[in-house]
């Protein structure tokens, strides 16, 4: 998310509200977490608990009880909350973070009187809009309620366990003005918006004379803008990366670090990731590339369906809608696609997926 990892967002938002001592949970690609963090985040201690299978949200916090100490926060590390809100949070005593949705029943929901008193999860007939944000702070008496039953689901909750804190105390609703649930491919791009959208202009690397660079545009140290290149900010072209000549970049784009854009090459609105490379004569628009994705020459991107519908795209194999009129393509990494290819909106081609040259891709790969 812009220029660090979608935690490290959740973390500077822990650390900006107070926080004394982070926890964090990890089980898949622990050491890169790991590494990121180290001991110190920010001046604040970090401790790693280890969750060796997943099996839900109660099971994580308790895999880090024997780090916890009276009082404690959790917050859902894929989620992007406002900093000022979760301040709010922290010095509410027992409390709870919501946002009103226009569909609850994708989220657990809340109902709130005087206080909170109730929580049901992504109920078919939800009793109000308030969506639970998966920030919470938890009396320390809640260390010991981490027990809970296996739900139907298969999971163990950690709704069940703030359920049981409202029974036995006041807990106060915090509504959250800016709050985003990053699950989902297009949730990526939305959370780069926000998060770009923070940017201040700053200007580091190598960038030609001839360059238009406008608003809120960052190229950082060892980045390189050649001749022709025009970016329209909000845009952050990060170390290593090189762009142009003749690139057009706009809207909310992330370039991350070993990226290249080449001769006549339009981005727009997409995040690129490292090490991949859209080389010359393309068109790449509300799309997300993994890492080390190569687009041969002549690939294009469609990102508007012609019915002017929300683009759908399949999620463990349901179609669904992104809710977005605009959205190109997920490209996992390691894609590369043969000379003009044609991939069509809402397309998802999967790690290491393979194009020929002249091929128009109306399905996933």
């Known amino acids: 998310m812009a220029d660090r990892p979608l935690v490290a967002h959740t973390a500077d938002a822990a650390v900006d509200a107070g926080a004394s001592e982070l926890v964090i949970v990890v089980g898949y690609e622990a050491e890169a977490v790991r590494a990121y963090f180290g001991e110190q985040y920010r001046g604040v201690p970090v401790t790693f608990a280890v969750q060796h299978s997943q099996e839900g949200t109660a099971d994580a916090v308790r895999a880090a009880s024997e780090h916890l100490d009276g009082a404690f926060a959790v917050l859902n590390g894929d989620n992007l909350y406002d900093p000022e809100s979760i301040e709010t949070l922290l010095s509410s005593g027992p409390a709870l973070a919501t946002h009103r949705v226009a569909d609850p029943s994708n989220y657990g929901v809340i109902s709130v009187e005087d206080g909170v008193t109730g929580i049901v999860e992504k109920p078919d007939d939800p009793p109000t809009d308030r969506a639970n944000t998966g920030a919470y702070v938890f009396p320390a008496t809640a260390r010991e309620w981490l027990d809970v039953p296996e739900s139907e689901r298969g999971e163990y909750e950690i709704t069940d366990v703030v359920a ?37 202009r700053r200007i580091d690397g190598e960038v030609s004379n001839d360059a238009d660079l406008r608003g809120s545009v960052v190229v950082e140290d060892g980045a ?10 909000p845009a952050l072209v990060r170390s290593g990366a090189e762009v142009g000549p003749n690139a057009y970049i706009r809207g909310a784009t ?11 090459v339009e981005i727009k609105n997409s995040v690129v990731m490292a090490d991949s490379a859209v080389p010359h004569l393309s068109y790449v628009g509300d799309s997300v590339l993994g890492r080390e994705v190569n687009f041969g020459a002549g690939t294009n991107v469609a990102n508007l369906r012609h019915d002017g519908r929300d683009v759908r795209i399949t999620v463990k194999g349901e179609r669904v809608s992104t809710g ?14 043969g000379i ?3 991939l069509n909106a809402g397309v998802v081609l999967a790690e290491g997926a393979r194009t ?5 891709v109306t399905r996933d790969r």
């Open 164 to 200: 049981r804190v409202i029974e036995a105390f006041d807990v106060t609703p915090v509504e959250l003005d800016r709050w985003l649930d990053v699950g989902r491919p297009w949730e990526l791009l939305e959370a780069n918006e926000w998060k770009l959208g923070d940017l201040e």
């Open 224 to 233: 390189t803008v050649e001749p022709g290149v025009v970016i329209e900010g």
């Open 254 to 264: 992330l370039l991350a670090e070993g990226t290249h854009v080449g001769q006549s």
């Open 324 to 337: 977005r009129r605009k959205f190109g393509v997920v490209a996992g990494d390691g894609v590369k696609t």
């Open 340 to 342: 003009n290819t044609s």
């Open 356 to 360: 020929g040259p002249g091929e128009s």
